[in-house]
Nanobody, 124 residues
Framework: QVQLVESGGGLVQPGTSLRLSCVAS????????MGWFRQAPGKEREFVAA???????YYSDSVKGRFTISRDNTKNTVFLQMNSLKPEDTAVYYC??????????????????WGQGTQVTVSS
């Protein structure tokens, strides 16, 4: 069983940055693929980024070049650095975990463990 706790959300202006953190319980963090998803009001949950290892990282086209996912296995933490934020990035951001191997990193249904979410609002 893995428990995930996100933090770092908030209200920011367009063009600025935020860094989200997700801390996982347990002693086998390195055996999990970690993902970030987001859900805006009235929309389905969508894939944002995922990391299997430090070098195996994946992004949705909408955030590629602006967001960076990283993980610190010594601290059981995954980060999402979000730069050049846009109003369309406004959503609740969720951290997710799934034991490796995982078939489809971009599919929310592939992940077993989820955090409670953290709100990100980008508005002037």
């Amino acid at each position: 069983q893995v428990q995930l706790v996100e933090s770092g959300g908030g209200l920011v202006q367009p063009g600025t940055s935020l860094r989200l953190s997700c801390v996982a319980s347990g002693r086998t963090f390195g055996s999990y693929a970690m993902g970030w998803f987001r859900q805006a009001p009235g929309k389905e949950r969508e894939f944002v980024a995922a990391a299997i290892t430090w070098s195996s990282r994946y992004y949705s086209d909408s955030v590629k070049g602006r967001f960076t996912i990283s993980r610190d296995n010594t601290k059981n933490t995954v980060f999402l650095q979000m730069n050049s934020l846009k109003p369309e990035d406004t959503a609740v951001y969720y951290c997710a975990a799934q034991t490796i191997p995982i078939t489809t990193l971009t599919a929310a249904g592939e992940y077993t463990y989820w955090g409670q979410g953290t709100q990100v609002t980008v508005s002037s």
